[in-house]
């Protein structure tokens, strides 16, 4: 009696327990029963959580209900929860072969899988379901004997803890919204850093354009002097002293030459005029003999039907 | 998350945009160097240049100088100014020459050389010229 009960001591347990702390590879974690199959999965009023997904040999998912994760917490606050099975399955301690398969996790009774009657026992994909039996039959199998079961080795030594726990909706939820709070703010800090940038940019190019406009606005200034400046200068000085000696040369050449010479009949548009962009247009008298243009550099004539010569200035008039 | 990324990042760069279109130079920032480049050198050139005398003195002499070879100066006064007249800062006083093409053209001739005259429209008929001129000063 004083074995068993030191073997069920906490501390120095060195059999899987259900529902107290043991210590697994190093750590102090709680081992709660957990379901495979789906007979806990197909509860309808029971809320579940996955804790192993099926395997690729066949074997159904494992579950544990939400309750006795709850119940743990409640109990031992900060330890870590995992499934009898999902542990054992983790850690390949499970040979199948025959119709129960049983881990022995208390003095009188254990946990049970049990294969689909009449199938291969060694397909993993047939298992049925698990449970938890009391004493040495199981309930919904009056007829099996359990010591034709092959028995599951519970020793701690040599366990490897499976790397998820199990863990509350509540818990899921609230590391989901952990993990969503978290992403958010780390948008939130790249947004702010968008926003900075953009504002010290702007203010960059901000400084950047008030240096300009007041190198300009200071330019402008000066413009502005210098330009009534000259506007001053322009009623006192004449820029370019007016010279229209050629064309006068020409015209007296003209006249000295053709006494009748006289300018072309004046139209709104063109008068002879000394103007700047005008221009000279003369007529000879009358069947004039010589062709003033052979005579006189820098015009162009041409005679019409009255044998006058019209006569142009090549030059445009001088600057004003 | 994503859609306020796009949305700061849009937001960000519409700002940007924004501010840029309102802190645009006035027209002729680009110029303006040169700008003031020519204006000074306007100034520089134009300041060497000696004042001009005054109209009237100018005028009177035209007068005196027709009269002496015997040609008649008749003041006209410009009411509008167009590209037949004088549009310069300076005072001005048209008038119409008339005479003798040779003897006027002689004398304007000798005159520009000496006083600021311009010239525009002329009539030539029979030996003699009537013509528009403008006399400038300060």
Redesign the interface.
């Known amino acids: 009696m004083s074995s068993i009960s030191h073997s069920h001591d906490r501390e120095s347990s060195e059999y899987i327990q259900i529902g107290i702390p043991i210590v697994i590879d190093g750590s102090e974690v709680v081992v709660v029963r957990d379901s495979i199959g789906d007979r806990l999965a197909k509860d309808p009023n029971g809320v579940v959580n996955q804790v192993l997904p099926a395997g690729s040999d066949g074997r159904p998912a494992i579950f544990i209900d939400e309750a006795d994760i709850s119940a743990m917490r409640n109990s031992y606050p900060g330890v870590k929860v995992y499934g009898l099975w999902q542990i054992l399955f983790e850690n390949g301690r499970v040979k199948l072969g025959s119709e129960v398969v049983i881990g022995k996790t208390r003095r009188v009774g254990g946990n049970y899988i049990r294969m689909r009657p009449e199938t291969d026992f060694s397909d993993a994909g047939n298992i049925l379901e698990s449970g938890e039996y009391i004493g040495e039959r199981i309930a919904s199998l009056k007829n099996y004997d359990l010591n034709e079961a092959i028995k599951v080795d519970l020793a701690v030594l040599g366990l490897k803890l499976p790397s998820k726990p199990a863990y509350s909706r509540r818990e899921l939820y609230e590391q989901f919204e952990g993990k969503k709070r978290r ?2 703010i780390n ?2 800090g ?2 702010a850093l ?2 900075l ?2 504002g010290v ?2 203010f960059q ?2 400084n950047a ?1 008030n240096q ?2 007041s190198i ?1 606005k200071a ?2 200034a ?2 502005d002097k ?2 009534v ?3 001053e ?7 370019h ?5 050629i064309p ?2 020409i ?2 050449g003209l ?2 030459l053709d ?5 072309a009949p ?1 139209t709104e548009k063109a ?8 221009s000279h247009s ?1 007529i000879t008298s009358p069947a004039f003999p010589v062709d003033p243009g052979k005579v006189i550099p820098g015009i162009t004539t041409q005679r019409n039907q009255l044998l006058q010569y019209e006569i142009k200035l090549n030059q445009a ?2 600057g ?1 | ?1 994503l859609g ?2 796009l949305l ?2 849009i937001l ?1 760069y519409k ?2 945009v924004d ?2 279109k309102k ?1 645009t ?2 027209k ?2 680009a110029t ?2 040169r ?2 480049l020519e ?2 050198g ?2 520089a ?3 060497d ?4 005398k005054p109209r009237d003195q100018n005028w009177l002499s035209i007068v005196a100088a027709a009269d002496f070879v015997g040609v008649k100066v008749t003041p006209v006064v410009i009411k509008v100014k167009n ?2 007249s ?6 001005s006083w048209s008038g119409v020459i008339t005479g003798d ?2 003897v006027v ?2 004398l ?2 000798k005159l ?2 000496e006083l ?12 003699v010229i009537k013509l528009n001129f403008t006399c ?1 000063g ?1």
């Open positions: 992403r958010w948008v939130a790249i947004c968008l926003v940038a953009t940019y702007n190019l901000y354009y300009e406009a300009f330019k402008k000066e413009l210098l330009t400046a000259f506007n200068l322009k009623s006192t000085r004449i820029e002293q007016p010279n229209d000696s006068i040369g015209l007296k006249s000295m006494p009748g010479l006289k300018t004046a008068a002879s005029s000394f103007a700047q962009g005008q003369l008039g001088g004003k | 998350m306020a990324l700061t990042l960000s700002f940007t501010t840029q802190w130079l006035p002729g920032a303006i160097n700008d003031l204006m000074r306007n100034v050139q134009l300041a240049v000696a004042p001009t590209l037949d004088y549009q310069g800062n300076l005072k093409v040779t053209l002689s304007i001739d520009q050389k600021p005259i311009y010239l525009y429209t002329y009539a030539i008929e029979g030996k400038v300060s």
